[in-house]
T-cell receptor, first 119, second 112 residues
Framework: GAGVSQSPSNKVTEKGKDVELRCDPI?????LYWYRQSLGQGLEFLIY????????KSGLPSDRFSAERTGGSVSTLTIQRTQQEDSAVYLC?????????????????FGPGTRLTVL | KNEVEQSPQNLTAQEGEFITINCSYS?????LHWLQQHPGGGIVSLFM???GKKKHGRLIATINIQEKHSSLHITASHPRDSAVYIC??????????????FGKGTHLIIQP
């Protein structure tokens, strides 16, 4: 069956531009997570969705970052006025149950990521 | 905030060797995860532990809650085990993102 997909796989943008990253979770998975992995840094949790709502947005690094999820399926992560420090691989994951908190007891299935480069 | 340290950062071994990767953390946790990230970026969740030991094929994960330490072992290592192994913890101390911390990963290379 289809796994988690993300698009685009690579995105190069100029500083100050807005970007949208898309995640298609595994069909039927209620929980969806966004992570960021910067060069030389570990994984960083950004936000997770339980259905269409995001109980916890505190991982978003600034108010330039926002995310939404519609129909309990596709999610988009939007970065406004991109900065060079936003360059990273943005990873999406989904799991079949919400679990209430990220990485608590549920296996997460990761997408291939979107590599964002801000020039 | 929980501090998660992994060791070694890099490990190169010969095929067949027994591999151990360590993870230590500073604050009590509710769960610890081991993740595997292959070249090209794909991430797979290997184990979730809250106590004791788990085994899956050639992989074994253990956790010692009192010592705040976990180990991931690979028996009869194979070149296809080459990947970055990441430890992640969910702390008791905070909710949401404040309670979720990742180690920086261990880059494992198994040579034939």
């Amino acid at each position: 069956g289809a796994g988690v997909s993300q698009s685009p796989s690579n995105k190069v943008t100029e500083k100050g531009k807005d970007v949208e990253l898309r995640c298609d979770p595994i069909s039927g998975h209620t929980a969806l997570y966004w992570y960021r992995q910067s060069l030389g840094q570990g994984l960083e949790f950004l936000i997770y969705f339980q259905g269409n709502s995001a109980p916890d947005k505190s991982g978003l690094p600034s108010d330039r970052f926002s995310a939404e999820r519609t129909g309990g399926s596709v999610s988009t992560l939007t970065i406004q006025r991109t900065q060079q420090e936003d360059s990273a691989v943005y990873l999406c994951a989904s799991s079949p149950t919400s679990g209430g908190v990220p990485l608590s007891t549920d296996t997460q299935y990761f997408g291939p990521g979107t590599r964002l480069t801000v020039l | 905030k929980n501090e998660v340290e992994q060791s070694p950062q890099n490990l190169t071994a010969q095929e067949g060797e027994f591999i151990t990767i360590n993870c230590s953390y500073s604050v009590g946790i509710s769960a610890l995860h081991w993740l595997q990230q292959h070249p090209g970026g794909g991430i797979v969740s290997l184990f979730m532990l809250s106590s004791g030991k788990k085994k899956h094929g050639r992989l074994i994960a253990t956790i010692n809650i009192q010592e705040k330490h976990s180990s991931l072992h690979i028996t009869a290592s194979h070149p296809r085990d080459s990947a970055v192994y990441i430890c992640a913890v969910r702390s008791y101390s905070g909710g949401g993102a404040d309670g979720l911390t990742f180690g920086k990963g261990t880059h494992l290379i198994i040579q034939p």
